[in-house]
């Protein structure tokens, strides 16, 4: 989290960070600020809270700087306030510094700082960094942060410019991405290519323990050791049209409706074996019909797509999978050999706690992974292999197409498994494609329920808490369905496999509780009937979603949200798509920062 941008060139800078940290938000939001180095000085303002909070600020107070860095921040050593955002400057005030991520031996640092006088007036692990460039500043600034991250343990994409060398930002990374962008006699430094793809497509991709030294005339990078390295230039694949709301009110909205375009997008060329995309899919499948066993591994929503891919590897495939938190799958010792093969699932591809765990994997001989949205993402570097689910940027905070895209890539894995373990024959297989090419159609017409989830929650809106009820495949579904809302709408809401109720969530039942039951008609059907049943005994308030013309549940739900009929295995893809609609519409009827939620990044690149 934290999001960094930096600029110089021959343009007015505080702008075109402005702009830049306005991309990169979502990584962060509770504070932000601004470097910039005017007649020899250096300039720093700070706000707590959001950049449009710092945008009016220097609006009140212009400035004018061909250079600057900009930071926008998620909390983690000390409170969101003004005097903990970045950027940090050192003691003497010669050099400013921006940070994304964690320095984890800044206390026994900070403790040969102190002895050495230097005084603190942050409790921010990135004050001591910057101390200790300024430390080692003596006539080099590229010198100066070499000597500095060669004492920081921890990770780190950094950024400095000083007065003395008022052209130059020096950059550095390990662990955490920083991109270069190259305009005309200008350049970008960003944590995201958004933050300046208006200006440029054209890419430098900065590798752990580089450092690269930026000026208008040029970029020049060498590693930890000093020597140079010829680096690649490429082209972002995004475009401006994907990283900006185009009409949409929010960045969810739009992803939620983005959701047709982008299962096309992830099964394409990939149903068959012969398909254009087929390849990482083949090479995959060798790895899993060979494995000894087989994990999947992720954090939040990617970990619910993590569950699905379990049901469905198991079901369809017939092969055994487990499923871990990957922030918990280091610490149980998991049984890892030559032939495990580790699937680490990640939208960012840059969650701290998933690239642990492939790490860990890896150094015990698995073969890892990865399914990523990211290209060039960590989780992909990291891993053996990587199936990208080619959703495009997701920018809202509350993930929406990544998850329905990643439940589509296991789908197909699954299938392909199942073709060739032979527990799925030919005619079976048939329909499954079949089913699947039908599903952006689908998911279409799932948005089509968008009226009724909107009038759905208007009338819910007060509710203090939510149950949501799920069997088989769809448990995980009511697991994210809660996490939407909890996200966005800041409503207790928890997920629960319907038949788990009766042991303990059903004390909560009254007739103020909304349940919203996943129920469609496939061989659980009864089971969630019969649990319908017991809310309703209850009093309890029911939101069903159910398959097309049933009209079993009618009698029994205050709501029913009828979605297309399907194979049970895209059933979770075309449910989620309500249940992300009514988190959305509750949270805009609060008047709540849907794409921003409080506390949330989207991205979390710390243990
Ligand atoms: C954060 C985001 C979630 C996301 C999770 C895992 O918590 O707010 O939306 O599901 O990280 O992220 P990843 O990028 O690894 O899928």
Not at 41 to 56: A, S, T
Not at 75 to 99: F, K, W, Y
Not at 246 to 269: S, T, V
Request: hydrophobic share 45%.
């Amino acid at each position: 989290m934290c999001g960094i941008v930096g600029y110089t060139g021959g343009r007015n800078a505080a702008p075109i960070l402005l702009a830049g940290l306005g991309r990169l938000e979502y990584r962060g939001y509770d504070s932000s600020g601004i470097a910039l180095i005017q007649n020899d000085n250096l300039i720093v303002r700070k706000k707590q809270g959001k950049v449009e909070d710092l945008r009016l600020s220097l609006e009140r107070e212009p400035t004018a700087s061909l250079i600057g860095l900009g930071h926008t921040r998620w909390a983690t050593h000390g409170v969101p306030s003004e005097q903990n955002a970045h950027p940090h400057v050192d003691n003497a005030n010669r050099i400013a510094l921006i940070h994304n991520g964690i320095i984890e031996n800044h206390a026994a640092i900070k403790e040969f700082l102190l002895s050495e006088g230097y005084q603190f007036y942050t409790s921010t692990d990135t004050e001591v960094l910057a101390q200790l460039v300024g430390h080692h500043f003596h006539a080099n600034l590229a010198d100066a942060v070499r000597a500095a991250v060669n004492q920081v343990e921890g990770s780190y994409s950094i950024a400095v410019i000083a007065p003395e060398d008022p052209l130059t930002i020096v950059a550095a990374r390990n662990g955490i991405p920083l991109i270069i962008g190259i305009g005309e006699g200008e350049y970008f430094i960003a944590s995201d290519t958004a933050a300046f793809l208006e200006h440029t497509n054209q890419i430098i991709t900065l590798e752990d323990h580089e450092i690269a030294v930026i000026t208008p005339a040029g970029v020049n990078v060498s590693a930890a050791g000093q020597q140079h390295i010829r680096k690649e230039i490429s082209t972002v694949a995004s475009n401006l049209e994907q990283i900006e709301k185009n009409g949409f009110e929010h960045f969810m909205l739009k992803e939620i409706y983005d959701q047709p375009r982008a299962l096309e997008a992830a099964m394409r060329g990939r149903i068959d074996p012969g398909g254009i995309n087929y390849h990482e899919i083949e090479v995959v499948l060798s790895y899993l019909e060979n494995a000894s066993r087989i994990y999947l591994t992720a954090c939040g929503t990617s970990w619910h797509a993590a569950l699905i891919g379990e049901y469905l590897l198991e079901q369809i495939a017939g092969v055994a999978v487990e499923v871990e938190y990957a922030s918990e799958f280091r610490y149980r010792q998991p049984l890892i050999d030559k032939k495990t093969v580790v699937v680490a699932i990640s939208q960012s591809g840059e969650t701290a706690d998933t690239l642990a765990a492939m790490k860990m994997a890896k150094e015990q001989g698995a073969m890892v992974i990865g399914i990523a949205n990211t290209v060039g993402s960590s989780v992909s570097l990291a891993s053996d292999e990587t199936i990208y689910i080619n959703a495009g940027p997701e920018i809202g905070v509350a993930s929406t197409k990544s998850f329905t895209s990643q439940v589509m890539v296991l789908i197909l894995l699954a299938k392909a498994l199942g073709e060739r373990t032979g527990r799925l024959d030919a005619r079976a297989a048939a329909n499954m494609a079949q089913a699947i090419e039908a599903l952006p159609e689908m998911a279409n017409a799932s948005l089509g329920t968008a009226g009724q989830v909107q009038e759905i929650a208007a009338q819910f809106e007060r509710s203090r808490d939510f149950l949501y009820l799920g069997r088989g495949l769809n448990f995980p579904v009511a697991l994210e369905g809660a996490l939407k809302m909890k996200e966005i709408s800041y409503i207790h809401a928890e997920g629960y496999p319907a038949a788990e109720m009766k042991h303990g969530p059903i004390a909560l039942i009254d007739e103020n509780m909304p349940v919203v039951c996943i129920a469609p008609r496939d061989d659980t059907y009864g089971k969630i009937l019969s649990n319908i049943q017991e809310v309703k005994a209850r009093r309890g308030r029911i939101i069903a979603l159910t398959s097309e013309g049933d009209k079993g549940i009618n009698k029994l739900a205050d709501h029913v949200i009828q979605l297309p009929e399907t194979i049970p295995a895209l059933y979770p893809i075309l449910a989620a798509i309500p249940l992300q609609l009514l988190a959305y519409h509750i949270a805009v009827g609060l008047d709540l920062d849907v794409d921003q939620p409080r506390n949330l990044a989207k991205c979390v690149t710390v243990e």
